[in-house]
């Protein structure tokens, strides 16, 4: 059964903290990983990525995948207290192609 | 539209009672999603569609789903005879195509009581 793993599933930190989320998959025949930052809005993309090792960068926020080992890391640098919300991984196969299989999140809340 | 438009934001309808959503995806996206969120989870993915096809419905959880996109542009997700446990988020997505990043609508609420 395909599925997504997020982790940790909550954290806190101090504005100025660095903090790595994790997202782990079992995905048949693997196509692409999507990042979403949700607020109280709707899930806002972040970044997709569909090759290993290539990093995508996007102001303090990077992101990684690793096909082999089956996880991709977010990174997000000198956080800000805007950068609190829910964090969420999805991962499409090119089985059907017709769904993005969602992780639970992270809640990362930043603290002044 | 400049993004992913749902209406109602919030609906709450008593059990027994049928609701329709709707949801205005960006224009010229081909492929459009809904989505059901609980509290604390991730999205749960219901239906696709490319253009007017349904092509994929195996998340909708029960008959008293259904959802349609005509023209290939609109889309309504249907719920018959509410129960309680359809009381969630369903969110609405679009994409470019299909193996391209989606973007959601901010969403209705749907409480039934």
């Known amino acids: 059964e395909d599925k997504v793993v997020q982790s940790p599933l909550s954290l806190v930190v101090h504005e100025g903290d660095t903090v790595t989320l994790n997202c782990s998959y079992e995905?048949?025949?693997?196509?692409?990983l999507l990042w979403y930052k949700q607020e109280k809005k709707a899930p806002t993309f972040l970044f997709m990525l569909?090759?290993?090792?290539i990093e995508k960068k996007s102001g303090r926020l990077s992101s990684i995948l690793d096909k082999k080992e089956l996880f991709s890391i977010l990174n997000i640098t000198a956080t800000q207290t805007g950068d609190s919300a829910v964090y969420l991984c999805?991962?499409?196969?090119?089985?059907?192609?017709?769904?993005?299989?969602f992780g639970t999140g992270t809640s990362l809340t930043v603290i002044p | 539209g400049a993004g992913v438009s749902q209406s109602p934001r919030y609906k709450v309808t008593k059990r027994g009672q049928d609701v329709a959503l709707r949801c205005d995806p960006i224009?010229?996206?081909?492929?459009l999603y809904w989505y059901r969120q609980a509290l604390g989870q991730g999205p749960e993915f219901l239906t696709y569609?490319?253009?007017?096809?349904?092509?994929?419905k195996s998340g909708l959880p029960n008959d008293r789903f259904s959802a349609e996109r005509p023209e290939g542009s609109i889309s309504t997700l249907t719920i018959q005879r509410t129960e309680q446990r359809d009381s969630a988020m369903y969110r609405c997505?679009?994409?470019?195509?299909?193996?391209?990043?989606?973007?959601f609508g901010q969403g209705t609420r749907l409480t039934v009581v």
């Open positions: 569909t090759s290993s090792g």
């Open positions: 224009s010229g996206h081909v492929s």
């Open positions: 569609f490319n253009y007017e096809a349904q092509q994929d």
């Open positions: 999805a991962v499409k196969n090119s089985n059907t192609g017709n769904q993005f299989y």
């Open positions: 995905v048949t025949n693997f196509r692409s």
């Open positions: 997505a679009s994409s470019l195509g299909r193996q391209l990043e989606a973007f």
